[in-house]
């Protein structure tokens, strides 16, 4: 209790819907096996609390996007359970990916060069990934330096590659035609390396309506996202809950906030709680957004503020706002896509903009642990 009260909000992270939500994927796109993709903190769920979670439930590929991220969860997984660094390789950084055991994602001839110029200096094999771009333009080689790679195998020497991928553009619209060219750019790309894995799929892409090659790497959908614009998401892995720290009546006529944005256009109750823009929580909902308190929606009134929010609870029975009295803001009436959509974004930028401040309990098996306090 000593630290209950001493964080704005408290952040639940349900570790059992986690490993549904693993569970799901992994039925609904086999014989194709799930990676879960940590990159971001594990989506600002915490990258290392998600790998070993997701470990106990067989996960057996990891992926991140930078290396840095992969230095700081490599430890926490088994050594034979590869990491993929999507992000590649940026010059000079061949040795240090190979001296954790990383594998890059290998998006260049030129990155190709370094890396096989490293395995021949450290005379061993070295691990990769081959990203090629079937159409997204952002990553990966090109249909022309897959042609090179074709004709010029030895390029590759010293180089064991364990999988070949692409990312979809459209992978969240279910009727975009440009998912059906992208599969059939990705498999005219890859029949040149006919033995390897093939990965191709997001979240996105799991729900599309064709098989998923050999390994999804399933972010977003994993931590209760929407995967496909309109489906409804897996579980709910957060909720966010804040406490009313303290309320007021005020005039009709008066303003509330910074720049005195909302008005009351009434004699109005306004209660604030101790979570901002700081917090993650968009400063673009200013006056937009709403939280709920006892499942009645509230709206906001004024700006987000860098560490509260001001909320209009008129209309809300006077015995339910009191200080300490509980406020959702992401939970069973508001996900983390209605959020989102309120604020013009979406959800992933929800999730990896969460806050460092808040109290994050882990709920397993409806059992509540507290991780760990801010202030503690
Ligand atoms: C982020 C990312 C993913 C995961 O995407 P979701 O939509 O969250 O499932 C997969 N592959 C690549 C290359 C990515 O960058």
Redesign the pocket.
Known sequence: MQCADSAGAVLRIDLDALTENYRALQRQVAPASVAA?V?ADG?GIGAELVAQTLLKANCRHF?V?QLGEAIALKPALPADVPLFV?NGLQPGAEAQCAAIGATPVLNSLDQIERWSALAHRMGQPLPAAL?VDSGMAR?GLPPEEVAVLADQPERLAGIDVRLI?S?LAC??ELDSAFNAQQTANFEALTRHFPDVPRSLD???G?FLPRGHFDIV??????YG?V?QTGARPLRAVVALEARIVQVRTIAAGAGVGYGLTHKCERESRIATIPVGYADGWPRHLSNSGSVFIAGIRVPIAGRVSMDSITLDVTHVPAELIYPGAAVELIGPHQTIDDVATDAGTIS?EILTQLGRRYRRELVVAERVDQKRSIMA
């Open positions: 993709v990159k989506y992926f996007a999507l990203q990553l991928m990312h992978g969240d997001n979240s996105g799991s790497r399933t972010g977003i959908a994993l996202g995967a992933y």
